[in-house]
């Protein structure tokens, strides 16, 4: 890809210019520095390199600013954003550098060879640069030695492949010539999606058997050093696989964040300013689409014809999808963000996978993407539940009491419970813990003698169930508080910031390692007694985002930076999504297959979002709503652009509904209409003993359900749908 740079004079004699449609070079002198300043911007990224030195080059990381020394004789360089503050800064002084003469020389006294030799350089210096941009995450400074190693990521351009290659099947072609790929459905005249390989390397074509999937073909691009990418297609899969080998050929452990994976031109035979991006951010203009969690749709609003992207596999990187356009194209890029991924030398990591497919009506693709992602993670989703949740009730809300939880059970038994209502849930209020003011108490292992179950949650519990309903409970998993006193011999749980001190979030709590063993055994502890000691076979999980070690940005549902990556775990071997799915599954076997598990709530950090996949039963999508015609309208919003994952990979819980008497009566039966329609979780959060009798009906009409999911006619075209 950079063969094809193309110099442009400038004007300027101590200044080249050359121009490619992914970077732009300059070559310029510096009036501080003896040895010729090199600039390379690339992927909205400006990079400065500058000639040779005896000594190690150092770079400067920007969050921990820890040195980070790479092999002698590489050349000095500092990273810079356009768009924000420099990267790296305080880089050693220019003096120290020692002069190539090469490098040195006058642009307007280079002689034609001089002037190869500084392209030929140029070029070099950005394919190096780029290949190591986006490898690098902040450290401690114990582990600065760690990124030593040559990090084969595949994160920059590439040159071409060195032979050609294509696969088909019944529903997709992949063809590789040139160094590029392109991407198309069967049927249609041209490809939808093309774009440059990361790798250059020998292409192979041939069976490939998944364990899923079946039996169907695959392409890989290998690299001499063992790193490379690969295309799959299956019968009866409408979308193309793909994914990266991560190579560590150096001799010590390196460390990796951000990795993409795949760039793809779309072309769906309408201007840019025609289509539609929707992804967990919304409907949106492609011009303001800002990034999307686990995947993406670009669409034509007037036809549905569109691309689905997403991520199918969430291990141990978390996948994000981006939409840019330039020169009237549509650029789609699907990322991993893994935090810290640590490749030990000489071994290598395979990416997640991304799928990629073209259908004539997207919603299709968004229902398929969901439905691959079932069948890879193996997902049996239990009977939806009916839920009463005490958390929003008018008259006894919060964690209710037992009193009064006792008086609605046996109303709802006999009035509900007929129609579908399941279970009965207590919310927060009902553990113990000082949470030094920030959020509630996070103390799970005991009840508040003084608080609304003075004789413990077990008799609360027995009594839902002799009503019929399964008992639920309200738990905040991963979240601890650093400096309640219960805590205080127990330091070690916690995770860490890059000083040492622990690692703490805004309401919830202080993150408990799921590298730690001892931290592990209380979790596991607190859970087994609420489910089986205590009798709660519905849990509500609350604060998930704490247990990957990121900060809350509630509330999340576009792409934000979150610095993932900050946290410290006790193992260093583990990303933050893999440390978080190994608390999921620690809760799921501690807990046992037949409870229920809601996971709560995905914006408050949306790595927990596709995080939980495989690992919950059901997942609220979006904020808390409220008893008003207003603060419930977030519902919808929420629950139709992952209309897709309801009844796939989890039934989807948009939040209670309300049918009290404060709601006018068209607004109450519209908002049961909605969930009723939708076929996604009921949950109520009324005082039921008091509800006029028509307002009590509204409930009965609506929770027996159709028993099938929905698919919003206008998805495309107006919001909500």
Known sequence: ???????????????????????????????????????????????????????????????????????????????????????????????TYTSDTKRTISESSMNSNQRDQRVTATRIAAFVCAALLASVCSVSAG?????????????????????????????????????????????????????????????????????????????????????????????????????????????????????????????????????VALGTGGLKPLAQNVGSYAWMAVADPASRAGVVGGWLTHERGSGVVFTRIEGGKVSLEARLEYGCLRIESGKSVVSETFILGWFADARLGLEGWADAVARRMAIKLPPMPIVYCTWYDNVHGGSSDAKALAELSAFASKTLRPYGLTCVQIDDGWQMGDPKGNGPRKNFSAYDPKGPYPQGMKPTADALKADGFTAGLWILPFGGSWNDPFFAPHQDWFVKKADGKPFDTAWGGTALDMTHLGARDFVQGEIKQAVHDWGYHYLKLDGLSTGAGVQPQYVNDAWKEDNLGDAVFHDPSKANLEVFRDGLRLIREAAGPQTFILGCCAP??????????????????????????????????????????????????????????????????????????????????????????DRLDIIRRCIPGHGVTARPIDLFNTWPP
């Open 604 to 693: 408050q950090n949306m790595r927990s979002y596709a995080g939980v996949f495989g690992l919950v039963d059901a997942m609220r999508m979006g904020p808390d709503n409220g008893g008003s015609w207003a603060s419930w309208r977030v519902s919808p919003d929420f629950g139709s652009r992952n209309y897709h994952l309801n009844g796939r990979i989890w039934w989807s819980d948009p939040d209670p509904i309300y049918v009290r008497s404060s709601i006018p009566l068209d607004s109450a039966r519209c908002m049961a209409s909605w969930n009723a329609i939708s076929r996604q979780m009921i949950s109520l959060s009324e005082w039921l003993p008091t509800l006029p009798a």
């Open 143 to 275: 582990e600065q030695q760690a990124l030593v190693g040559n990090l084969k990521a595949g994160t920059g351009p590439m040159l071409n492949a060195q032979t050609a290659g294509s696969l088909r099947d019944d529903m997709v072609t992949v063809t590789v010539d040139q160094g590029r790929y392109a991407i198309q459905a069967q049927g249609e005249a041209a490809p939808f999606a093309s774009g440059a390989l990361r790798y250059q390397g020998a292409i192979k074509v041939g069976p490939v058997k998944d364990g899923v999937f079946g039996e169907g073909q695959e392409l890989t691009v290998a690299a001499a050093d063992g790193a490379g990418e690969s295309f799959q297609v299956f019968p009866g899969l409408p979308f193309i696989l793909h994914r990266s080998i991560l190579v560590n050929t150096g001799t010590v452990a390196t460390v990796v964040n951000k990795v993409p994976l795949m760039d793809a031109v779309l072309e769906l035979g309408k201007p840019a300013d025609q289509l």
């Open 1 to 95: 890809r950079m063969t094809d740079a193309k110099e442009v004079g400038v004007g300027n004699p101590a200044e080249e210019t050359f121009h490619h449609p992914d970077a732009q070079f300059i070559a310029k002198k510096s009036a501080t520095v003896k040895p010729c300043r090199w600039k390379i911007s690339s992927a909205g990224c400006m990079t400065e390199f500058f000639g040779k030195r005896p000594a190690a080059a150092f770079m400067r990381q920007r969050r921990d600013l820890s040195c980070i020394p790479f092999q002698p004789g590489a050349s000095r360089f500092s990273l810079r954003r356009s768009e924000s503050a420099p990267l790296c800064s305080s880089l050693p002084t220019p003096a």
